[in-house]
């Protein structure tokens, strides 16, 4: 008996800064910044007498008569509330709906009522089992995957999903992080052990992407670094790759430890590593200890960060405010230290108490969790703690006022300038030149279009976008990385309009470089 099955990936509740809903609003098809691996994983795990069909919502609408045996679900708590609509309308007609992914593993009881079967954990253990009992028509109601080897991890089924819709393909090269951060959700579904897969498999689905026309890959690992040897080991082969006719560009998560190793450092930029997240989360010491960020201290975080840009690295950084040891000056500290570094993208936003993390679990023993409350991390719209040293309207009010004045014009482009002066300048003189655009993906083009429209926002944004790409083009190398940053800029400006958020009077310090020439012009 055969089976068929309609695995959906639900569109986000809200833009985040890591989106591109910024498409759509400017008047262009639907896209997503990454490619799902989770849709596309889950279909490789499928037996071959399976019928598969994926759905990325960010890409394009949900085919609510769709006639598949079974309706498949996946998401994060980002999406936690347009996974329970698409589940609830697809239950309602009849059909059978199985849920799975970070947030049924994080936060079961809040999905069990709105499917009618609940995939908690890691598949490739369970997986066998799972699609016999789909096949069978005898499902349990519920399942629990297990830390499994990654080397059992199929290359997923790109041939699938709409990969000409996604900026970046996708690749996880490993699953856990060693380090203890409260906040943190990952290390509790995924472990604090960190597996990793054998690099012969990562280099398979490099190729399967390369394969499907990605020129640039998200490494979607929660700290890519954290093992130095093993990194080394993946980042000479990649290298490898690379040379062998596959110039490929990438971009990952990483822990401003890995600064301490030069020549890792170094191995990432020939790797093609050429941006990375890292939670910096707050220049506080107290904040840090209090949090367990015990990588942060002892360092001089801005110095660590330029080794990056200097290297030809570029950063974006991860903000939180509302620690215990946050009081109401915290805003003004985190926007001077901010602009004293160069990175021109902040995720911004309030301590959020996740479930299944030990913060959430001493936020409920003190009686602090807020109900109702947005429940997602890294945006700026609240938080479902209520703060110690501050009323929440002055966290809302600080947060708000902060981010706008992190990506007021004058303050972003002094950043952006900062950045391009830095960036590659310990590897000496480049011989780049200006990237031939023509040649980019639909959807590349469409991004680059979206970055040159920044100028279009407003008469700062003018100035601000003609000072920050006369730059560029006096630096060629920088070229294609500061189109990717503006396009995160026009990103985050819609997300801030779409949240009611962006006033730019609110701005509540002025830049530290001198922007006068630029307002001049």
Request: net charge negative.
């Amino acid at each position: 008996m055969t089976s068929s099955l309609y695995i959906i990936n639900p569109a986000a509740d809200f833009p985040t800064y890591f989106g591109a809903e910024i498409l759509l609003a400017a008047g262009r098809r639907s896209g997503v910044m990454m490619a799902d691996l989770s849709s596309t994983t889950v279909a490789a795990m499928a037996p071959p007498d399976f019928s598969i069909a994926i759905c990325d919502e960010g890409v394009a609408p949900v085919d609510f008569d769709n006639d598949a045996d079974w309706i498949a679900i996946t998401g994060k708590v980002s999406q936690r509330r347009r996974m329970i609509a698409i589940a609830d309308e697809f239950r309602r007609r009849g059909k059978k709906v199985i849920i799975g992914g970070p947030y049924a593993s994080l936060s079961p009881d809040h999905l069990v009522a709105h499917c009618d079967v609940l995939v908690s954990g890691e598949m490739e253990e369970i997986a066998e089992e799972l699609f016999a009992d789909l096949r069978a028509g005898r499902p349990r109601d519920r399942y629990f995957g297990d830390k499994p080897s990654l080397a059992t991890s199929p290359v997923p089924r790109w041939d699938l999903y709409p990969n000409h819709r996604a900026m970046l393909g996708a690749v996880q090269t490993s699953r856990g992080c060693p380090f203890e951060c409260e906040f943190c959700d990952v290390i509790q579904y995924l472990g604090r052990k960190q597996r990793h897969k054998p690099i012969a498999n990562v280099l398979a689905e490099l190729d399967a992407l390369w394969a499907h026309g990605f020129r640039a890959t998200f490494l979607a690992d929660d700290n890519f670094t954290a093992y130095r040897a093993h990194c080394k080991e993946l980042l000479e082969a990649m290298a490898r790759w690379r040379r062998d006719g596959h110039p490929m560009d990438f971009v990952t998560q990483i822990s401003i430890d890995a600064t301490r190793d030069a020549e890792l450092m170094d191995m990432l930029v020939e790797a093609g590593v050429h941006q990375v997240f890292i939670g910096i989360e707050t220049p506080n010491l107290e904040s840090l200890r209090e949090t367990g960020k015990r990588q942060n201290l002892k360092i001089d975080i801005v110095e660590e960060v330029q080794k990056l840009v200097d290297r030809g690295i570029s950063v974006m950084g991860g903000m939180i405010v509302g620690f215990d040891h946050d009081g109401p000056d915290v805003f003004s500290q985190q926007y001077e230290f901010a602009m004293s570094t160069p990175i021109p993208i902040y995720s911004l936003g309030a301590l959020m108490a996740s479930e299944a993390t030990p913060l959430f679990d001493r936020m409920a023993r003190e009686g602090r969790l807020l109900q109702g409350t947005v429940e997602t991390q890294a945006v700026p719209w609240g938080s479902n703690i209520r703060p110690v040293t501050m009323s929440m309207e002055e966290l809302n009010e600080g947060l708000h006022n902060l981010c706008n004045a992190l990506y007021a014009p004058s303050a972003f482009g002094e950043r952006m300038l900062n950045f391009i002066d830095a960036f590659g300048r310990a590897r000496g003189p480049s011989d780049a030149t200006i990237p031939d655009t023509s040649a980019f993906r639909e959807i590349e083009q469409e991004a680059v279009q979206i970055a040159a429209d920044v100028r279009r926002l407003g008469d700062a944004e003018g100035r601000m976008w003609n000072k920050v790409w006369g730059a560029a083009l006096r630096k060629p190398q920088t070229v294609k990385i500061v189109a990717r940053i503006m396009f995160q800029y026009a990103q985050a400006r819609h997300m801030f309009d779409r949240g009611n958020y962006w006033e730019p009077q609110l701005a509540f310090a002025p830049p530290r470089r001198e922007m006068a020439e630029v307002a001049a012009e």
